[in-house]
């Protein structure tokens, strides 16, 4: 093993770093997301600013998706790495961004499919208005696009698409609160501090 790890070439040991470090990450990640499915009010992705959605409302550049595109594209170029010469290891650079735009692609997939057994008929949406929610996918200024929320409804973590009337995008992480239910989506307000306040000491109660 010692060997084999001084043998590795500069773009080797480039792959194997961060393939180790992405893949912790990943791991990390599902951890969460099984402890937030379980528990209903932690929240895992911290998505900043780098959510683009599409017109189906759900974000391609989340921090998972992005994360299985370094883990899964490092993997892949060290395995070609090691099958050629290292004369002809910049091959394995289209074929790591391949691999990683693939692992992207599924997680989309896979994402997109639990949101909508998330939101399935079983959810009475018209109960959902008036309660508050936390922003998972950053909701873009006067129904310009969808963002996500998350809360917990009917004793279930429920992740559902989000738009505002406001003229402020509203990022992620913040405490909203659902004033409309249409079509399966909700129309979000940002909480007033004061509620913030009532609602930190309702969950300290």
């Known amino acids: 093993m010692k060997e084999w790890f001084e043998n590795l070439s500069v773009m080797?040991?480039?792959?194997?770093?961060?393939?180790?470090?992405?893949?912790?990450?990943?791991?990390?990640?599902?951890?969460?997301?099984?402890?937030?499915?379980?528990g209903g009010d932690f929240d895992v992705d911290g998505d900043g600013d780098i959510d683009v959605d599409n017109d189906s409302g759900v974000s391609i550049f989340t921090l998972k998706s992005v994360t299985a595109f370094f883990a899964v594209g490092a993997w892949a170029g060290l395995l070609v790495c090691s099958v050629i010469s290292q004369k002809l290891q910049w091959v394995s650079i289209p074929v790591?961004?391949?691999?990683g735009a693939a692992a992207m692609f599924l997680v989309v997939v896979v994402m997109r499919a639990i949101s909508k057994l998330q939101c399935n008929g079983a959810l009475q949406t018209e109960k959902l208005v008036g309660k508050h929610a936390t922003v998972y996918v950053s909701v873009p200024p006067s129904r310009s696009g969808r963002g996500k929320v998350t809360l917990n409804a009917q004793g279930r973590y429920t992740e559902l698409d989000a738009v505002t009337e406001g003229t402020e995008k509203i990022p992620v992480d913040e405490i909203v609160e659902i004033v409309a239910v249409e079509d399966g989506c909700t129309v979000v307000k940002r909480t007033s501090p004061e509620e913030k306040i009532n609602l930190s000491e309702e969950e300290n109660v």
């Open 96 to 99: 790591a961004v391949a691999a």
């Open 12 to 38: 080797e040991h480039i792959y194997l770093w961060l393939g180790v470090v992405a893949t912790l990450f990943l791991i990390v990640q599902i951890i969460l997301m099984l402890c937030s499915s379980v």
